[in-house]
Structures are given as structure tokens and as C-alpha cells.
């Protein structure tokens, strides 16, 4: 019984010796031959080896030939993946499969498809998959790191659309062929408005105010689904009148101005109102606790 480093060696020689030979000459297909070899994989354990063949195998001169497609199957398939028209529906397990895909696609220097997975990943649905499995509970602070991936995929992209090998892409303007820069700032965006969101259901989580203002349901909805950012300020910000979160969303959305600069200064105003309120009540409870 060898050490951890002799015994992943010997994986790594008996992987290469039999991707090696690939199926070639044999009565089994190249690529059913690599699929049967990775659900074999699967089946015995060696989930890790699998998700990171491609370091596994470095060195040895074997290659994971179609180890992309067979992840992207594993993932519930590229009809679902590509149908930008819905959020994507995964398990837990799939889930994992294209996060898998989505890191063989950063080693093979395909940064723009990394993004493009991750951030379909990072907008699923908390619903079902296709088998009728429930996908394990996502939350905002894990959709915002899957988001924060993709956008450092996205940011390092040179040229080309993100997700260029794919029909959809972070949105209609990227897979079309726009500027990289614009597509990561698009994300960047996202990731801004999820960052409202996250503060906006920490925040209202100890409001006892909350549930009665906007309803249990809109609470969970607000703790477990992206929204945009006017659902944020319509039904969440606005309503409990949280000033200081709708300067900052009215100064992200660039609508400080024009038809909203007196929404803008009436806002300023009850915020600096508050502010000084909060200052006078601290300031004034001090003042007893020495008296």
C-alpha cells in the first residue's frame, strides 16, 4: 500500500495507458469508448480524478478526448444549457458536472465559455431537474461567487464574443459578436445589482417590519431568486423606505438626473434626515448613561 502520491500516480499511468489506446481497433466507437470509460469513473469512485482529468493526465501524454462533451451531457445536455429564453435547470449533481466543464474550459484556454457556463450557472433556477430531482438550495452568496468567476473568465478574454462557441452567451449582444470588454461589463453589472440584493435580504431579515410590508412570500423570493434591479427598488427598498440603498441603486441605474433629480434630492434629504436623527438619538442615550 503506497502513499496517497504513489497510488494517484498509478491512477494517472493506468488512465493514460488505457485513454492511450482510445478504443482504436476495437469494435467500441472513440467517443463511446471515452464515455463508457468516464461513467466507469463515476460508478467507482474517482469523481475527483474525473472533474480533474486534464491535470491528472498532464505529463503523460494521454489527452481527456472528449471529456468536454461527456461533461457537458452529464450536465443535462446543451439544448438545455443553451436555452437562454428561461433560467437553467439542473440537480445538484449536474450542477457539479458543469462547473466541472466550466474549469476544463478555463484550463483549455477557452475563457469566454467558462464565463458563458458560469453565468448560466449562476442564474439556475432553484427548481428541478430533468429527472424530476429536486437541485440542492442555491443561495445569493453562492450564485454571486459563481458570478464573480465568470467575470474574471470574461475580463480575461482578448477577442471574440463571450461564449463564442455557443449559440446564446451572457446576453444577445455578446454571443453576437460584441466587444469582450462590454460583455464583462455587463456582468460586472449583475454582479452589482446581486450585491443590492444580498444587502437588501440580510438587512430586511431582522426588520420586523418586513413581513408585514412586503409579504413572507416576496422574503423568500428576495432571499432565493435574482431580480432586477427595479424589482429591488419598486418592492423592496422603496416600501420600507430604505433610503440610502435607493440613492445608491438611483446612482448605479445613472438616474440621478433629469426626470429623476427631484426623486434624487428628496431622497438625499430623508437620508440626511435619518442620519442626523440616528446621530441625535446615540448622542442623547450617551448623555444618560453618564448623567
Known amino acids: 500500500k503506497g502513499s496517497e502520491a504513489e497510488v494517484a500516480a498509478a491512477r494517472a499511468r493506468l488512465l493514460a495507458a488505457a485513454l492511450g489506446r482510445g478504443g482504436a481497433g476495437g469494435a467500441v466507437a472513440p467517443r463511446a469508448f471515452h464515455d463508457a470509460l468516464y461513467a466507469a ?14 491535470a ?29 429564453a428561461r433560467p437553467l435547470v439542473a440537480t445538484a449533481e449536474e450542477a457539479s458536472h458543469l462547473e466541472a466543464l466550466a474549469r476544463l474550459y ?13 453565468h448560466r450557472l449562476a442564474f439556475r433556477a432553484a427548481g428541478g431537474g430533468g429527472d424530476g430531482n429536486l437541485t440542492s438550495a442555491i443561495s445569493l452568496d453562492e450564485r454571486r461567487a459563481l458570478l464573480s468567476q465568470a467575470l474574471l473568465h470574461a475580463r480575461s478574454v482578448s477577442a471574440g464574443p463571450i461564449a463564442g462557441a455557443y449559440s446564446g452567451g451572457a446576453s444577445a449582444a455578446a454571443a453576437s459578436g460584441a466587444d469582450p470588454a462590454a460583455a464583462a461589463l455587463e456582468i460586472e453589472d449583475k454582479l452589482e445589482v446581486l450585491g443590492f440584493q444580498l444587502r437588501l435580504a440580510r438587512e430586511l431579515s431582522a426588520d420586523a417590519r418586513a413581513a408585514t410590508v412586503v409579504g413572507a412570500d416576496a422574503l423568500r423570493v428576495l432571499r432565493e431568486e435574482p431580480l432586477p434591479v427595479s424589482a429591488l427598488y419598486n418592492d423592496y427598498a422603496a416600501p420600507l423606505g430604505m433610503h440610502g440603498v435607493m440613492l445608491e441603486i438611483l446612482a448605479f441605474t445613472r438616474a440621478g438626473g433629469g426626470a429623476h433629480a427631484d426623486d ?3 431622497l438625499w434629504d430623508e437620508a ?20
Open 56 to 84: 491528472t493526465l498532464r505529463g503523460t501524454g494521454a489527452s481527456a478526448a472528449f471529456l468536454d462533451a461527456f461533461l457537458l451531457d452529464a450536465g443535462g445536455g446543451a439544448a438545455r444549457l443553451h436555452a437562454v
Open 272 to 291: 440626511l434626515a435619518e442620519a442626523y436623527s440616528a446621530a441625535a438619538a446615540s448622542a442623547g442615550a450617551a448623555a444618560s448613561a453618564s448623567a
Open 106 to 118: 478555463a484550463a483549455r484556454g477557452r475563457p469566454g465559455d467558462a464565463a458563458w457556463v458560469l
Open 264 to 266: 434624487a434630492r428628496e
Open 41 to 54: 469513473m463515476l460508478r467507482a469512485g474517482m469523481r475527483a480524478e474525473l472533474l480533474n482529468l486534464d
